[in-house]
């Protein structure tokens, strides 16, 4: 994601809105430009939008008691936008004993519990590691799978014309079918990294300059530096900020996982902030994550700031490489905030500041624009991989404000 240009040594990173003393900012204090942007992005108007953000923290205030309460039978939760363009915190139960629903948070019976959803999913991941390149059925134009509890489902997505290959994996898996959900994709998985020309942080190749999006500042002790995407760069990456070297990869894992952090310089300056692309920046203010229906905004530097809505959790993708090859990724977040390619690493962050995670890429259209932005947000899907594992992987402290 392309942050603000920098001058000399100083590093700026950015992010988008606030969190005052643990408590949301309410929709009328938000910044100007990020209300615009999320009015724009979301389709909602100003009145819907302080509904949304007021289900938000509904969502995430009742979330835990809501799964205590519901048991085994717990079948996830979300936010939800109904016929009438008002949202709801919705909570599912596979139960059938009475509940006690948290004051504004509706109940809703369904078959499968979130459990039985998770074994589903774990079968499909364990059977997609078990494949053996050249022997096993071919998964080309199986895009991706996670688990949809506003569907009750664990959703496979696949190619129009690779919907018996998706069924054959599906069987293959030995995942209880009555839980899974095919549906079709004309788009495909790429991602948003590899794109020529100067731009937020470069990397030099001996094939050239390779593009990506600095994602949020951070520290391991005295040590600076800011997430990204893995598949930016490997261990040891040489990074370029301007016209000046800033540091180089320290760790990077992909595939399995989509991330990195590189280190940068003590000359240089972290800011806990981000870029709306409108002349100004938002804070960060931590890490707390947000529920499946919640608003997010995301910025980089080819599709720069852009907002929409968590739409899934522990999606598994097949990454479609130029080569042919598929390398798979699993453990994402789903979004319909639009990506493209170059904006692979930059900031997922919530309107109330909370860093969500780093854009790992989206299906793009075939339409050479390399993004995936004129696809109706009803239909467009970008993935990011989450901040707090990668925080916790590499031992780092989020920058905030």
Not at 133 to 139: A, V, Y
Not at 153 to 173: G, K, N, R, W
Not at 320 to 325: K, Q
Request: charged residues 15%; hydrophobic residues 40%; positive net charge.
């Amino acid at each position: 994601m392309k942050g603000s240009k920098l001058r000399g040594s100083l590093l700026s990173l950015v992010v988008a809105s606030a969190t005052l003393s643990g408590h949301a900012l309410a929709a009328e204090e938000l910044d100007p430009g990020l209300k615009l942007a999320m009015q724009r992005d979301l389709g909602v108007a100003p009145h819907q939008l302080a509904q949304h953000q007021k289900a938000e923290r509904l969502a995430e205030g009742q979330a835990q008691a809501m799964e205590r309460q519901l048991g085994s039978g717990f079948a996830g939760s979300w936010i939800e936008r109904r016929a009438d363009g008002s949202f709801a915190a919705v909570a599912a139960t596979s139960g059938a004993g009475k509940v006690l629903a948290a004051p504004g948070v509706e109940v809703r019976r369904v078959r499968h519990s979130l459990r039985a959803l998770r074994s589903a999913m774990s079968s499909l991941d364990a059977s997609a590691q078990r494949r053996i390149p050249g022997i096993s059925k071919p998964m080309t134009g199986v895009h991706s799978w996670y688990i949809d509890p506003s569907t009750n489902s664990v959703v496979v997505s696949a190619a129009p014309d690779a919907l018996y290959q998706a069924i054959d994996f599906v069987a293959a898996s030995g995942a209880d079918a009555s839980t899974v959900r095919v549906v079709q994709s004309a788009t495909v998985p790429r991602l948003a990294a590899t794109i020529r020309g100067g731009i937020e942080y470069q990397m030099p190749t001996s094939s050239g300059v390779f593009l990506c999006s600095v994602g949020f500042p951070v520290t391991r002790g005295s040590v600076k530096g800011f997430v990204t995407a893995g598949h930016c760069g490997g261990q040891g990456q040489t990074v370029r900020i301007g016209n000046a070297t800033v540091g180089s990869f320290t760790q990077s894992n992909f595939p399995g996982t989509d991330r990195a952090w590189v280190t940068v310089g003590n000359s240089h300056t972290l800011v806990g902030q981000v870029t709306n692309y409108a002349g100004g920046y938002v804070a960060v203010r931590g890490s707390t994550e947000a529920a499946i229906g919640a608003s997010v905004c995301r910025s980089g530097r080819t599709t720069q700031y852009r907002c929409g809505t968590i739409t899934a959790k522990n999606v598994t993708v097949n990454y479609e490489m130029d080569d042919g090859s598929i390398l798979t990724v699993r453990g994402l977040s789903q979004g319909n905030a639009c990506v493209g390619r170059g904006d692979s690493g930059g900031a997922w962050i919530t309107t109330v500041g909370q860093g969500q995670g780093v854009s790992s890429g989206g299906e793009l259209a075939d339409d050479g624009t390399d993004s995936n932005c004129n696809i109706p947000a009803s239909q467009r899907v970008s993935w990011f991989e989450r901040l707090n594992p990668i925080l916790s992987q590499y031992g780092l402290t989020l920058v905030t404000q």
